[in-house]
Structures are given as C-alpha cells and as structure tokens.
C-alpha cells in the first residue's frame, strides 16, 4: 500500500511536470537577456531578471494593436455568438414550431462537417461583400454554431414547462418569459459558452490567418506565427511574446475553471 | 399561434446565419471542386470552367497528396493512442484515493488545453531546438541524443506529436475521469471479495466499464488529429522535405498560396470524407454496443 502511493504520487508530479515544465520555461525565458537562453547546458532561470524582452517587443512591433484587436474580436465573437446560441437554443428546447425536431436532426447532423470544407467558398463570400480585412470577416463563422445551440437546448430542457405556463396564463409575452424566467435559469451554461466562445476565437489560427492580410488587423496567434518565422533567432523575444498571447486565456481558465469543465462534459455526452 | 411565432423570431438569427456562413458554403464547396477556381477565375468569373472529377483524379496522381495524407495517418496512428494512453494514465491517477493534491493537479494537467496553440507551438519549438533545446539536454543528461528533431524527416512528425500529446491530453482526460467516477463502488468491492488485485480490478471492472466513453473519445480524438494544421505551420512549415505536410497545410498552401481554389476544396472534401467514415463507424460500433 504505501508503495503503491509513493508510486502514484511519483507519477503525477512527473506528469504535472510534463504539463507545466514548458510554460514556466516560457515565462522564465522572457525574462532573460536576450541571446542568453542560446547556451549549453540551457539556463533554467534568468541569471539577470529583466522586462527588456517586453519592452522591445511593443517598441518594435505592433504588439500593442495585435493584442487589442484579439480582445475586440475574442469579446465581440464571445457576445454575439451567446446571444445567437441562447435565443436558438432555449427556442428548440421549450417552444413548438413546425419542423423543429427534424430541424435539430439536420443540425446535429452537420456537426461530423469540419469547418474547413466552409472556408475557401466562405472566403469568397466575404470578398463579393467586401469582408476580407475587417473584424466582420473575422467573426462572421462564429456568429452561431450548433454546438452551442445544442448545449443550450440540453440546459434549457430542465426548466419546468409548468413554470413558462404559469407566466403565461398570467399574460406574459413569450419575449417577456424567455428574459425574465430563460435566461436566468440558463445564466451557469451562459457563463460557459461565453468563456469557450473566447477561448476559441482568442486561439482561432486558421480563419483569421486566411481573412486578415493587413497587418494593422491581424490578431496575436496570426502575428506570432509571423514574427516567430522572422526572428527565428529571438527565443527571448518569442517567448516574451508567448506570454503576452497565453496570460490572458490562462487567467480565465483559471477564474471560471469549474463552468467551464461541466461545460466541457454536458458538450462531450452527445447520445 | 403566438408562440409558433415567438419560436422562429428566436431562432431566426442563429439559423439564418448558420445557413449563410455554413451550409451555403459547404454547397458551394461541392460546386467548387468540380471547377478548375484559380487567380485567373477570382479575376474574372468568365475564365472558370467546369472540370467534373478532374481535381479528384489530380489528387490521385500527386505524389504530394499522397503524401500528406500518409502523414497525416501516421500523426494520428501514433498520436491517437499515444494521447489516450497518457489522458487514461491521468485520469486513473487523480481518480486514485492514493493521490494527493488532486484538484491542483487537474488544474495542471488541464492547462495545455486552454493555451493558444501557436502560442506554445513557438515554446516547443524552440524545446525541440537541437543545440540549445531542453530536450535534448535532458536525453544527454541519460546518455542520449541528441536529435535532430525538426530537422530530420523522421523526427519531425513524432515530435509534433509529443507537443499534440501535451497539448491535448487533459481534455480526454476529464471526460475519462467523469467515466471512471461513474463506476459503482459496489464493482470494485466484489471484485476485491472474489481476491482480484489491482491489475485484475483494472482488466475485468474498470476496463469494460469504460469501454464505451473510450470508443467515443477515440473516434472524437482522430477526427481532431485529421485536422492537424497549426503545428507544422508554426514548427516546421511542413517540412523538413514535407515530411509533416497535412491535408490541410496542402489545402491552406495550395488554396491560399498557390490560389487554385477548386483543387484546394477538393482536398477539404477528401478530409470531409475520411470524418464521415469515422463517425459512420462510431455510430454502427455504438449501436451493437448498446444492444448487447
């Protein structure tokens, strides 16, 4: 018994060491003199702690701008794409319409599509509207996604059909009863899909690489890819830059880490 | 009446900008691939013309096609179970009553799956870093090395898997774990009753308990392994001799960089494809499953 603890303690330290080494080396890094980390045997710390790296970082790049841009469109994408899912979402799960059902089937359905096949016809799409190089082009394939209209209407289906009766038999509008007896109800999975809203659009690679080919617009991971294959050189620099790119999205993983794990194991349960 | 009304004025938004940025896409993309779409057709619509199959039988006959989808199998054959392996490894710790710290632990182990993955593409870059890297260091400190391991053919594709393990391990890792904290206690105690030890806890309760979670996971992870593109982007740019071209980078560089459209969404539609057979298989192994 006590070496069978030993052994499993054992191995989750060198696991969390494997999940966490890079980050701190990330951090430690960016914090060097530049050129220092190009040594052997690697330094593990910083022999000189110093800000350097992140002071030329946003003196010599746009850094400032590429940040700002990815908060706007990470904040923007995370609001309207919860707002969309939730008003679908609550629609599908406690109001009768017409096709419905069969509607959700084909929904569901679409989600074995990967987003990909959409993008060389969408990119065209946003030409002919004249979208390449703007934050609408950006957002427009995250305005509304099944996934989250499905993990909406999961939710929503636990709120009791007696309690919308009830308000509407007291003569409440439909409007009325989704905003005062929904939305608070389904504030918990609200609070989830906002946050992988973020996430997602924060660390969206593809689509914003493709979009985006003004600099002025482009969002951090674009422009850390860029900069990572002009100053293959900098590891400091790099690394300084890595930090500003991931502080933002840890932080909040770590503010709403329990929403966001249920959220994580209501999306996966698909039936 | 009132309320079948109500339901369309609020559904209406998401539906109708899935069908115009979705669906009307992919049916667009259908069309585009049996056109020959290049920088002469986005000039000028006049120049585009109907190839019927003729991107598909491209596809057949490029060497690099064929290729970047043999990469592409290889990342996920390795880096599939490889990913699972470590995510149930994780899992059955933080489940274990031994362990100490559990919360914490989850937290760490979960932390790779929120960073931006170019972000920390560029960190194990330079990880990988033959002379400097702190991989290769640590393989000498135990007589090894050092490798080579974005500059050699037949290193690059492994090491992007080792960052793809990293990277994605603690996202199965919670589902597996909610899977194991769904195994009745009693199990385990008749099995311990009947003198089964750890392993033959493991073998004959755990193991067909959590077979079902475990066909999910895997079909969900392979099909995201299939699309694998930001990291060879970021570490090696499908090289070295295009030994980590996937069959998006081939798409994102024949589409974006070499601007031939309809062949670059024919290779979106092999992915397509090779998706659809998987979940086709999922959904027939969890059918006979659940019948059982």
Known sequence: MKRQKILVNASMWLL?????????????????????????????????????????????????????????????????????????????????????????????????????????????????????????????????????????????LAIPDELLEAARIDGAGEWRIF???????????LVTLATFAFLASWSDFLWPLIIL????????????ANLAREHVQDIELMMAGAVITLAPVLLLFLMVQRYYLSGLLAGSIKG | MKRNAAAWMLAAPALFALGLFFFLPIAAALLLSFTDFDLYALADLGNLRFVGLGNYLTLLRTPLFGKALGNTIEFVVIGVPLSIATSLGAALMINSRLARFKPLFRTIFFAPVVTT????????????????????????????????????????????VIFAVWKNFGYNMII????????????????RIDGAGPAAQFRHVTMPALAPVMLVVSILT?????????????????????STTSILYLMFTQGFEFWNLGYATAVAFVLFAILFALTLVQLRLSRRWSDR
């Open chain 1, 179 to 189: 905003r005062s007896i929904a939305l608070p109800a389904l504030t918990p999975i």
């Open chain 1, 16 to 156: 969390g060491l494997f999940a966490v080494a890079p980050l701190l080396w990330m951090v430690s890094v960016s914090l060097m003199q530049p050129g220092e980390a190009a040594h052997f045997p690697p330094p593990l710390l910083p022999a000189h702690p110093t800000l350097q790296n992140y002071v030329i970082l946003f003196a010599t790049t746009d850094m400032a701008r590429f940040f700002l841009n990815s908060l706007i469109l990470a904040t923007l994408a995370s609001v309207i794409s919860t707002s969309f899912n939730v008003m679908a979402g609550y629609a599908f799960a406690k109001l009768e319409f017409r096709g419905r059902d069969a509607l959700f089937r084909w929904l569901l359905a679409a989600l074995v599509i990967p987003a990909q096949v959409a993008m060389i016809p969408l990119f065209l799409l946003c030409k002919e509207l004249g979208l390449v190089n703007s934050y609408a082009g950006v957002l427009v394939p995250s305005i509304a996604t099944v996934f989250g209209i499905f993990l909406v209407r999961q939710y929503a």
């Open chain 1, 213 to 224: 080919n003004d600099t002025d617009m482009q969002t951090l991971p674009v422009a850390l």
């Open chain 2, 222 to 242: 392979m099909a995201a392994y299939f699309q694998l593109f930001a990291e060879p982007y970021v570490m090696t740019q499908g090289g070295p001799v295009q």
């Open chain 2, 117 to 160: 993955i170019v972000a920390v593409a560029v960190i194990w870059r330079y990880l990988f870093n033959t002379q400097f890297g702190l991989i290769n260091w640590a393989l000498g400190l135990i007589g090894l090395g050092p490798v080579n391991w974005l500059g050699d053919p037949h290193w690059a594709m492994p090491a992007i």
């Open chain 2, 176 to 191: 597996l774990l909610a899977g194991l904290q769904a195994i009745p206690d009693e199990l385990y105690e008749a099995a």
